[in-house]
């Protein structure tokens, strides 16, 4: 059973900034895009941002963009949401997940067409 493991959440201040990491122990990856999620408590869980497999596809939401950069090393299986500016309103448990039935990033992510979600991480904006 794949899963994907997130790492590198933390507490910061506002305006401060953190890097995630998911990879999957195991994983290849081959040809899937790799979706970040985060669910504050109390909402549904939403996308944030996604990357194709290797064709520069990328999607993000709008209330992150422009603060808030995915990428991936397809060798080290390795996707990164590098987060700056962070708010006080970022603070949630974020997500990644693969992308079954695609590999490239075309329009809103559909969560239903993801899987292999991990435990999440936790991030916290203090103000």
């Known amino acids: 059973q794949v899963q994907f493991v997130e790492s590198g959440g933390g507490l910061v201040q506002a305006g401060g900034s953190l890097r995630l990491a998911c990879s999957a122990p195991?994983?290849?990856?081959?040809?899937?895009?790799i979706g970040w999620f985060r669910q504050a408590p109390g909402k549904d869980r939403e996308a944030v941002s996604c990357?194709?497999?290797?064709?520069?596809?990328?999607y993000y939401a709008d209330s992150v963009r422009g603060r808030f950069t995915i990428s991936r090393d397809n060798v080290k299986s390795t996707v990164y949401l590098q987060m700056n500016s962070l708010k006080p309103e970022d603070t949630a448990v974020y997500y990644c997940?693969?992308?079954?039935?695609?590999?490239?990033?075309?329009?809103?992510?559909?969560?239903?067409?993801?899987?292999?979600w991990g435990q999440g991480t936790q991030v916290t904006v203090s103000s």
């Open positions: 990357i194709g497999y290797s064709d520069g596809t990328t």
């Open positions: 997940a693969a992308n079954l039935m695609r590999s490239t990033v075309v329009g809103s992510p559909l969560l239903y067409e993801y899987a292999y």
């Open positions: 195991g994983f290849t990856g081959d040809y899937y895009a």
